[in-house]
């Protein structure tokens, strides 16, 4: 099972947005600080929540036919297509023939009881799904509580008060946000 980022989603923050929390407004001196740090925390953020904050466009890669398949990424919104090569030549599957469960985590892709899965050639990722995960697609979307996290997250770093206890304040804002089952895996990745 992969995941490919088929097209990234705009920042959650603007600049005006973070400058106006850090009290800067009118002034461009940090600009080229703030920039990069407004990337990097939203990239942090969600790593550490699992969830997408605006819309992105993934395709999964999958080796064989199931009939329930968890989409780990947070919030589905859509499912584009799937699609299979057999014979070497790409085929799409009817959207009468599946379905997903809605869910603030992760959802489930379901193929309905009747669908007769068709054969696949025999080798590695030949059915792609190719899907819209996110909360939205513009930051109107997006709880504020994740937006006064990451605004957090920016000050600490800008201000480099990044100490533990600082930095566990911060990291303590998202926890709302925070699927468990993503948690877990980050713990674990951290670990080993």
């Not at 599957?93 to 469960?101: K, M």
């Not at 513009?138 to 504020?144: H, I, Y």
Request: charged share 20%; glycine share 4%.
């Amino acid at each position: 099972m992969s995941y490919i980022l088929q097209t990234d989603s705009a920042e959650t923050l603007t600049l005006a947005e973070v400058k106006t929390f850090l009290k800067l407004d009118g002034n461009n001196d940090y600009d080229n600080i703030l920039t990069p740090k407004i990337n990097e925390v939203r990239v942090l953020a969600e790593s550490l929540t699992g969830r997408d904050f605006l819309n992105k466009t993934w395709k999964l890669y999958l080796d064989e036919w199931q009939y329930c398949n968890k989409i780990l990424k947070s919030k589905l919104q859509s499912i584009t297509s799937i699609a299979y090569y057999q014979d070497s030549v790409l085929n799409t599957v009817d959207v009468a023939n599946y379905y997903f469960t809605k869910s603030n985590d992760y959802s489930n892709l379901h193929f309905i009881d009747s669908f007769n899965f068709p054969d696949i050639d025999d080798k590695k990722q030949q059915i792609e799904i190719t899907f819209v995960s996110g909360y939205g697609a513009t930051a109107n979307f997006v709880p504020q509580g994740i937006k006064n996290a990451m605004l957090s997250h920016i000050e600490a770093l800008f201000e480099g008060t990044c100490q533990n206890e600082t930095m566990g304040s911060v990291y303590a804002k998202y926890k709302p946000y925070t699927i468990i089952e993503n948690l877990i895996s980050f713990i674990w990745f951290a670990v080993v």
